[in-house]
């Protein structure tokens, strides 16, 4: 465990007001241990945010970069002033990308950090096997994680995920765009667990709808080494293979896949999941040429993007190509990471309109969060403009269909907001608090 203040970035020049916290901390996010002392009143203790971080696992590659933006975002909101007056401090602890740690670590939060909210899971069958934890203990649970488990209210009223959408809403807002421009005849592979379960279930109800078929579905081990083994299983008639994989084994799988089909083979599309934190431009993934892949935040500056988009970019340290700035070699999760940023901006603004002043105010937070119904395009939401439904505690927003060119992710598609819309499968405000 260790505590941070984002104001502690290597670079950075720490205020008055930072000094009194106590604690300067590394690019890296590391920490001197030990408690913050304040000789102030009570009301200007810290907020405190628990985040739950993929630091070892299969999700680290992720849980580092979501450490990095979350840094560059506190680091705002606290010379913004902070939250209603009061600094933002952030509590980190490893779940190992595992669910059983996972609750362990919320529970940690809850009885001994004290923390006012949870924060920043990813991986979902950690989400799931956190959540029991989070509302056993009525402790608000921000995930940034993109799978449905949020929305379909099978989870409770203590979790959200208002900075990031869900698969569902992503495969249903792309669906038309594959099946009108990529194929029609179509098999999946994904990993096997909670999130791949999204892509098996939702993708082809939504080809269907646009008159296109799934013909084959394959799962695989997220820990699996080498994949050349499961692609014999994909029918000859496959005109679009759609493929999401995560883990630090993605280089290995699309290096393979095109080792496997050569110059042949069916269109690609990916989830960028397939090459997150990876360097396009690697060896022997030149096939990758003219495919296509979902981004949530496009890894490549974009000729059109917004100066919110700039500003955010240049906050969290990443180049015009997606990697750290002054380390080429060490790409983003770009696609993913704008998730923290805005979600803590999320947090911000419920705890502002509850009025929260401390634990006693999570059942106020929790309705506030609810109340929320949309977050404009700008510095707080860089990403583009969502709605929020909190029936079901989920935020819907656009998606980017990105091709391969030259070696760069140019996006061609963007979504509408309307083009993800669904349903609610429930009603989260039901519940009691």
């Known amino acids: 465990m260790i505590r941070i203040k984002a104001s502690g970035i290597a670079g950075t020049r720490l205020s008055r007001r930072t000094a009194l916290k106590g604690i300067a901390a590394s690019a890296g996010l590391a920490a001197a241990p030990g408690f913050v002392r304040y000789a102030q009143a009570q009301s200007s203790a810290p907020i405190k945010i628990g985040f739950q971080s993929h630091r070892t696992g299969i999700g680290a590659a992720y849980g580092r970069w979501y450490e990095k933006t979350t840094a560059a975002a506190v680091k705002l909101i606290n010379d913004a002033g902070g939250i209603n007056g009061r600094p933002v401090e952030v509590i980190i602890e490893d779940d190992g990308t595992d669910p059983g740690r996972g609750a362990e670590v919320v529970g940690k939060f809850a009885t001994q950090h004290k923390v006012d909210v949870a924060y920043g899971t990813l991986f979902s069958h950690v989400v799931i096997g956190s959540a029991p934890a989070a509302g056993e203990a009525k402790l608000p649970y921000f995930v940034v994680s993109e799978g449905h488990h949020v929305a379909s209210t099978k989870l409770n009223r203590y979790v959200f995920q208002p900075g990031i959408t869900d698969v569902k809403s992503q495969i249903q807002a792309m669906a038309p765009w594959i099946a009108g421009n990529v194929g029609k005849k179509v ?6 667990f909670a999130f791949g379960y999204d892509h098996r279930d939702y ?31 994909i029918p000859a008639d496959t ?4 493929h999401v994989m995560v883990g630090p084994a993605v280089l290995t799988f699309v290096k393979e896949l095109g080792e496997f089909y050569g110059s042949s083979g069916p269109q690609l599309f990916g ?17 990758l040429d003219g495919s296509h892949f979902w981004e949530g ?52 603004k419920a705890m502002e309109d509850s009025g929260y002043k401390g634990p006693e105010d999570r059942a106020k937070l929790v309705e ?60 989260y405000t039901t519940q009691p608090l």
């Not at 098999?187 to 096997?192: E, K, Y």
């Not at 993708?203 to 014999?232: D, M, R």
């Not at 000729?303 to 790409?331: C, F, H, L, T």
């Open 187 to 192: 098999t999946q592979i994904f990993p096997d």
């Open 203 to 233: 993708l082809p109800p939504a080809l269907k709808a646009q008159g296109a078929e799934v013909l084959a579905q394959i799962a695989i081990p997220p820990t699996e080494s080498s994949f050349t083994k499961y692609f014999p299983q």
């Open 239 to 242: 005109e679009v293979l759609y």
């Open 271 to 287: 989830f960028i999941d397939s090459l997150e934190a990876v360097d396009i431009n690697s060896p022997g993934l030149e096939f």
């Open 297 to 348: 935040s496009p890894r490549y500056a974009q000729e059109n993007d917004s100066e919110a988009q700039k500003a955010y970019r240049a906050a969290v340290g990443i180049d015009e190509n997606g990697a750290a700035v002054g380390d080429p070699k060490d790409v983003s999760t770009a696609a993913h990471m704008f998730g923290c940023w805005e979600t803590l901006y999320v947090i911000k």
């Open 368 to 427: 506030a969060t609810e109340a929320l119904t949309a977050f404009a395009e700008g510095p707080e939401h860089p990403q583009g403009d969502k709605t929020f439904n909190g029936k079901i505690h989920q935020c819907f927003g656009h998606q980017n269909i990105s091709r391969v060119e030259g070696g760069k992710l140019k996006v061609v598609h963007r979504t509408s907001i309307e083009d993800g819309l669904y349903e609610p499968e429930g009603d």
